[in-house]
């Protein structure tokens, strides 16, 4: 496809359950973001990888949250024993490779995930 | 002390009026600068970005970037019902990594 592809793009889970969001970059984009936006905020920085090397984790909020991007295509992120807090939409962004994000970031629809 | 500042609005034109939006920034070292719109339960969709002091238009838009006062704008002509949504200022800085620093956003309504 043309744009970034989130996956799933609604998602429910049972507190302490764990869940997994895709992200399916733009083809021939090197560097995927993962960012959290809580409602009424902007998105905040979560990770960012170039190719499959992932250069900063430093807005993981726990060691809970884990991501990965094995072939430097399409990236998961795993959230395990989810709490409440979690609520939130998750966005990935993907941009060309660039330095010091100078690169416009191109976002997709984002995941809306619901710990209950 | 947030590093990108927004006014939450909301804020509201007519229909054909120039809706002015403003940011400002903390960190002296930031060198990129992106304006977005989000539309309601939509992704972020980039409108313009700016890297040199001084104003950059693209058709309605017109950019401001003020280094100096760590300030950058976003200036609708003509605005449109259409452009109603929230508008968020994003900035990086090259010595601190990839990724951008966003403001809250602020909620534009133009009033038909």
């Known amino acids: 496809g043309a744009g970034v592809s989130q996956s799933p793009r609604y998602k429910v889970a049972k507190r302490g359950q764990d869940v997994a969001l895709r992200c399916d970059p733009i083809?021939?984009?090197?560097?995927l973001f993962w960012y959290q936006q809580a409602l009424g905020q902007g998105p905040e920085f979560l990770t960012y990888f170039q190719n499959e090397a992932q250069l900063d984790k430093s807005g993981l909020p726990s060691d809970r949250f884990f991501a990965e991007r094995p072939e430097g295509s399409v990236s998961t992120l795993k959230i395990q024993r989810t709490q409440q807090e979690d609520s939130a939409v998750y966005l990935c962004a993907s941009s060309r490779r660039g330095r010091g994000g100078d690169q416009p970031q191109h976002f997709g629809d984002g995941t809306r995930l619901s710990i209950l | 002390q947030k590093e990108v500042e927004q006014n939450s609005g909301p804020l509201s034109v007519p229909e054909g009026a120039i809706a002015s939006l403003n940011c400002t920034y903390s960190?002296?070292?930031?060198?990129?600068f992106f304006w977005y719109r989000q539309y309601s339960g939509k992704s972020p969709e980039l409108i313009m970005s700016i890297y040199s002091n001084g104003d950059k238009e693209d058709g309605r838009f017109t950019a401001q970037l003020n280094k100096a006062s760590q300030y950058v704008s976003l200036l609708i002509r003509d605005s449109q019902p259409s452009d109603s949504a929230t508008y968020l200022c994003a900035v990086s800085n090259p010595n601190t990594g990839n990724q951008f620093y966003f403001g809250t956003g602020t909620s534009l309504t133009v009033i038909p």
């Open positions: 083809s021939g984009h090197v560097s």
């Open positions: 960190d002296r070292g930031s060198q990129s």
